[in-house]
């Protein structure tokens, strides 16, 4: 499985990606899922990938080569004059890579799959992200919907929900999803570090910043463990679930409903 | 969708359900999830539901003559000894009903498929708590694993995860409930309020407590807004995440590094 989030801040992108991949409990492997590409000073292309392992490094090469000029259909990523046209390049590559390997005669979801989340710049446009589904259609994020999950998502949603704010600041952001990961790998032993992370600020293609997060990242235990803690204390300090009738305590609850 | 949670503590039990019925997003309804049967005064048999709501209707049936003494087959609540005859009886159940609905040929799951948690005490025996399954097996809970979840059950798995001591209070215990379901239904618009409850103190058949807790309930408003202001707390109070190489402050770590 694999854990990937996506989001739009008000000062510029944060992406980040898990790295695990597995074929079966006992086929488990390390791969990184976030790519980046920073074109001609000024464009920034940065994509996440879930899904099958095959179809994700295909399209990834497929988008290299474009970028290299080796691509033979000619569509280059360095021509797209918006983001809105990258998208396209990269959701039509996505869909005929899945159409190749599943073959025609098959409707609905494949084995071949994939999700991705594609965000960055053109300069001159501000910043986007975009969700790209196996059928070759994509969204983009928004103010409602300021950020995209793709892979194992539902152990980190809540406090994704209730965490976002889109003035933070990236070292916050970068809070949010760690404890978001962390989450869900204490949960789900097919998400897993390192988790590779990009931090974008707009108009700043120069000063993205990529780096990794190892298992012992020393920010990665602080945050685990503090969390654990916050949580707990947050817990305690939630007002008393009142059982209705009881004074205070349930006990004297439960007694006094007994004598009555 | 539903979702449903028992937990065995060292003072008792604890359950909760939602009341969402769905089939489809346009035909919702509600429907109670949570039976309790208290038997001569020895034992107290409580069952969560989720899955399809005609199966589970026809356990439910099933048992209530098997506790009335109408059922034909002759396997009484009554005469069980211990809990786990009792598992039996509901496993084997829910097992026919789903194969009666579905038809002998078919393999693997089935829409008419249901899964249970079945907990409670019969004195001499302490409570016990059981998660029984639409193949008509089920396991037990233990110190390692002290509650069950049953239905839509990933979004609240973290907070129960960090939050479950086995030597809470019941009122705690709720708190711990309410926000694992706060955060269920925040993400899941098919899962949803009135929440039924039960919280059984061991050896104490008595002064077992029902209740429901519905939308407008002040509990649950003030559990709800509480855990989202003390959520940004606890993520203000942990350590800032650090960017490797800078002194304190993203921007000035991008900005250095660009100087560089």
């Not at 001609?40 to 490094?57: A, E, M, P, V």
Request: charge should be negative.
């Amino acid at each position: 499985m694999t854990y990937c989030v996506g989001m739009m801040l008000d000062r510029g992108l944060v992406f980040m990606s898990d790295s695990r991949s597995n074929g079966g409990m006992d086929y488990v492997s390390t791969f990184k899922k976030l790519y980046s590409w920073k074109l001609s000073d000024d464009r920034l292309i940065t994509i996440l990938c879930s899904g099958n392992l095959g179809t994700t490094q295909a399209v990834i090469n497929d988008l290299d080569e474009r970028v290299n000029g080796k691509n033979l259909s000619g569509d280059g990523l360095l021509q797209c004059k918006t983001m809105f046209q990258v998208a396209k390049i990269v959701a039509r590559s996505l869909k005929e890579t899945i159409q190749e390997a599943r073959g025609p005669e098959i409707d609905g979801n494949s084995t071949f799959d994939a999700t991705l989340i594609l965000g960055g710049q053109i300069l001159g446009e501000r910043p986007r992200l975009f969700q790209i589904y196996p059928e070759g259609n994509f969204i983009e994020a928004s103010e409602t919907s300021p950020f995209f999950q793709i892979g194992e998502t539902k152990y980190g949603r809540p406090i994704l929900l209730r965490g976002f704010d889109r003035g933070m600041s990236f070292s916050h952001s970068m809070k949010l999803m760690l404890v978001s990961f962390d989450s869900t790998m204490k949960t789900n032993l097919t998400v897993s570090p390192p988790f590779h992370y990009q931090l974008f600020p707009c108009d700043q293609i120069d000063n993205a910043v990529e780096g990794i997060i190892s298992e012992d990242d020393p920010n990665l235990k602080m945050i685990s463990e503090g969390w654990g803690d916050a949580l707990k204390q947050a817990l305690d300090q939630l007002p008393n679930f009142v059982i209705p009738g009881s004074q205070s305590d349930l006990f004297e609850a439960l007694r006094s409903s007994h004598n009555e």
